[in-house]
Structures are given as C-alpha cells and as structure tokens.
C-alpha cells in the first residue's frame, strides 16, 4: 500500500513557474512507477508524465520541454517541474504509483494549478 500527498500548486501568471511535490508513505515506493495526472473542469483526466524505478520518463507532446518529471528515492517523493506555463495548464495535479506504468491504482487528493493570461 503507498498513500501520496501532492502539494506545491497555486496560482501564477502565464510563463511562470511552479514545483509540485508528491510525498509517498508505505511499503514499496523505490519500486513503483509514478506519474503525474491532470483533470481540467469539464475535461477528462489526462496523463501528464510518467518515471519508472530505472529513470525512464514519458511525457504528453503539450509539456514536452516545459516540464520534468523526478524522483528522490531517499525522500519518497516525487517532483514535477513545470516552466513556461500556459493558461491550458490549469488544472487539478494528481499523483498516482503502480507496480507498472499502467493501470495506476494509488492517487493523491490532488494539487490545483491555475494559470492566468
């Protein structure tokens, strides 16, 4: 069992910055994948970038340069650095782990990003 704590969101202005953090706490973290999701109002939740325990990381086409996904092992925590952001990023951040990067079965209560023009 992993429980996850987002925090780190908040509001800014468009081509600002924001770090969202994911604390872990449970058995097997080091050994989970971990990723991070987003729901806008009225839009379904969509993936935003995944890390698996070798490193490995995937992103959406939207953030790819924008955004990075990373991991402290010793910390049980997982980070997303967000740069340049964009109106279109506003939403609701939720992290998630899974023994494989699919099927995501633990989230987090969520984090709100809101980013103004």
């Known amino acids: 069992q992993v429980q996850l704590v987002e925090s780190g969101g908040g509001s800014v202005q468009a081509g600002g910055s924001l770090r969202l953090s994911c604390a872990a706490s449970?058995?097997?973290?080091?050994?989970?994948?971990m990723a991070w999701f987003r729901q806008a109002p009225g839009k379904e939740r969509e993936g935003v970038a995944t890390?698996?325990?070798?490193?490995?990381?995937n992103y959406r086409d939207s953030v790819k340069g924008r955004f990075t996904i990373s991991r402290d092992n010793a910390k049980n925590t997982l980070y997303l650095q967000m740069n340049s952001l964009k109106p279109e990023d506003t939403a609701m951040y939720y992290c998630?782990?899974?023994?494989?990067?699919?099927?995501?079965?633990?989230w987090g209560q969520g984090t709100q990003v809101t980013v103004s023009s």
């Open positions: 449970g058995y097997g973290y080091s050994s989970y994948c």
């Open positions: 998630a782990a899974n023994p494989w990067c699919a099927d995501f079965g633990y």
């Open positions: 890390i698996d325990v070798d490193g490995t990381t």
